[in-house]
């Protein structure tokens, strides 16, 4: 049996030396969500930021298997404490040909200094003509909830006044629609963790650029931490122009179609 944990104390044991951006969203309590297969005390936890899913602890092959009923299409599932191959193991296991292992690269800033701000400037105004981008209000918030290109913006975000209150993100319209963004997946203590989507018919325009240089000077100007977190290797080139480095790179696998 699964259960969810609502005492922080019960895992110290496991989560003690951990530093993962995805735990400590889910410990601050506010937004994800923990299980393990004991209320006290258990072997292994597992942490739940909407389709994002950490493992820790012993390997247990029963709560690799648990997923909430709503997010059975599409998920992503890694260790939370660096490549762990039981881990990947059991995951392998469970889903079979639905699992796609891919490498994803953690990236960071040491100081705001290290920020090169004539690159963000220059992205954040270079825009081809026709678009315009612009900060996400109420009436964008409810255009993101009911866009399945942009929903994982505000996702962790249950209300506008909640996503106002704590979160933050940009729409670049084209014709006062919109075609690419960048929010607040989540965050956490002074940090966001970066979210960024480009429909189709607006790729390889320099869009995706433009939105995350707009949000990462915005972070810069109040003093949040933006977190990027790249899922391939042009998302991690484009991090190193801003001033970011590679801190480290891990395993996640993609999971298509469970449930199907």
Not at 177 to 203: M, N, Q, W
Request: net charge negative.
């Amino acid at each position: 049996m699964i259960y969810r944990i609502k005492d922080n104390k019960e895992i110290e044991h496991i989560t003690s030396d951990w530093d993962n951006n995805f735990v400590k969203i889910c410990l601050e309590g506010r937004i994800g969500e923990i299980y393990a297969t004991s209320e006290k005390h258990p072997s292994a936890v597992m942490f739940r930021v909407n389709e994002i899913v950490l493992f820790g602890g012993k390997p247990d092959r029963e709560l690799v298997g648990y997923y909430p009923e709503t997010y059975k299409t599409h998920f992503a599932l890694m260790s939370a404490k660096g490549d762990d191959p039981e881990w990947y193991s059991l995951i392998e296991e469970v889903y079979g040909d639905k699992a796609t292992r891919i490498t994803r690269y953690g990236t960071a800033v040491d100081s705001f200094d290290d920020f090169n701000m004539d690159e963000l400037r220059k992205a954040a105004a270079t825009l081809p003509d026709g678009y315009e981008t612009v900060p996400i209000d109420e009436k964008l918030y409810y255009v993101c909830r009911n866009d399945p290109d942009f929903s994982d913006f505000v996702a962790q975000y249950p209300t506008w006044e909640d996503y106002r209150d704590h979160g933050m993100g940009f729409i670049c319209l084209y014709n006062g629609e919109p075609a690419s963004g960048i929010s607040s997946f989540a965050d956490y203590e002074g940090t966001i963790e970066l979210e960024l989507a480009t429909k189709v018919a607006h790729r390889r325009r320099g869009l995706a650029a433009a939105v995350s240089a707009r949000i990462v000077l915005e972070c810069i100007s109040r003093g949040l931490y933006p977190s990027w977190d790249a899922a391939n290797v042009a998302s991690l080139n484009l991090s190193y122009k801003f001033g970011y480095h590679l801190d480290h790179e891990y395993t996640a696998y993609e999971i298509e179609g469970y449930g199907e």
